[in-house]
């Protein structure tokens, strides 16, 4: 009994799967908040099936998007202002919870990854 239940705890822990509903995600308006050199940034965007309208320090932009699957997607930036901005950006969300959802994303065809979380507020 004492070797069972060590396996059994292993078995409920590796069944557990956090929620991921993506479509929930898909449409609204959200926020995202990050810190840059010390200092808490927010980003405002409103985001529909093809299109995602920002707005960041007081300036707008828009991007495309092209929906790969329920939970991940690929923004291109429809007014570039310069090579770095050309490159699109792979989204891919992780999990999701009633308001918030946790994502990585990266410049497609690089391998460094960041985290953040986004809230739902409409």
Same mark, same amino acid.
């Given at each position: 009994?004492?070797?069972?239940?060590?396996?059994?705890?292993l078995?409920? =822990?590796?069944? @557990?799967?956090?929620?991921?509903?993506? $479509?929930?995600?898909?449409? *609204?308006? #959200?926020?995202?908040?990050?810190?840059?050199?010390?200092?808490?940034? =927010? +980003?405002? #965007?409103?985001r529909?099936? &093809?299109?995602?309208?920002? &707005? %960041?320090? *007081?300036? $707008?932009?828009?991007? +495309?998007?092209?929906?790969?699957?329920?939970?991940?997607?690929?923004?291109?930036?429809?007014?570039p202002? *310069?090579?770095?901005? !050309?490159?699109? =950006?792979?989204? !891919?969300?992780?999990? &999701?919870?009633?308001?918030? @959802? &946790?994502f990585? @994303?990266? %410049?497609?065809?690089?391998?460094?990854?960041?985290?953040?979380?986004?809230?739902?507020?409409?």
């Amino acid at each position: 009994m004492k070797k069972l239940l060590p396996i059994l705890s292993l078995l409920f =822990i590796s069944c @557990y799967q956090q929620e991921r509903n993506c $479509t929930d995600f898909k449409t *609204g308006k #959200f926020q995202f908040e990050q810190e840059i050199d010390g200092k808490k940034e =927010i +980003s405002i #965007f409103e985001r529909n099936d &093809t299109l995602q309208i920002e &707005t %960041f320090r *007081g300036k $707008t932009d828009s991007s +495309s998007v092209r929906w790969l699957n329920d939970c991940e997607f690929v923004l291109q930036k429809l007014h570039p202002k *310069g090579m770095k901005e !050309k490159k699109a =950006i792979h989204m !891919k969300i992780l999990t &999701t919870n009633e308001k918030n @959802y &946790t994502f990585e @994303y990266s %410049f497609v065809g690089e391998s460094a990854k960041q985290k953040g979380v986004v809230t739902k507020v409409n």
